[in-house]
Nanobody, 125 residues
Framework: QLQVVESGGGLVQPGGSLRLSCQST????????IGWFRQAPGRAREGVVC????????NPLDSARGRFIISTDVAENTVYLDIHDLKTEDTGTYYC??????????????????WGQGTRVTVSS
């Protein structure tokens, strides 16, 4: 069974940092695009950043540049999302998703066919 599983969420104070992990089971992340999406309370889910794993190209949301860093550990079939200088508006459920790689990745939900259950991030003092 093809799955991705997120972990690493929790309660963080504003200004802090957090590392989220997305591990695949049942498939290797090579030749896949992996996207991180988030859904804030009361808002639609939005794409934050994605990576085309084999080529390494990334595609961050403009507002995520500089604070949201995506990286991979292909040997561990894991994609990380490091979030720095966390803000209260970063609160939400973060999902990772996998889809076929085409040399680039898109922050479009229809590009991904395997979704995780999400990990909750709460930024609060």
């Amino acid at each position: 069974q093809l799955q991705v599983v997120e972990s690493g969420g929790g309660l963080v104070q504003p200004g802090g940092s957090l590392r989220l992990s997305c591990q695949s089971t049942g498939f290797n992340i090579d030749y896949h695009s992996i996207g991180w999406f988030r859904q804030a309370p009361g808002r639609a889910r939005e794409g934050v950043v994605c990576i085309a794993v084999s080529g390494g190209s990334t595609n961050p949301l403009d507002s995520a540049r500089g604070r949201f860093i995506i990286s991979t550990d292909v040997a561990e079939n894991t994609v990380y999302l490091d979030i720095h200088d966390l803000k209260t508006e970063d609160t939400g459920t973060y999902y990772c998703a996998a889809g076929p790689e085409q040399g680039w990745c898109l922050l479009r939900e229809s590009s991904y066919d395997t979704w995780g259950q999400g990990t909750r991030v709460t930024v609060s003092s």
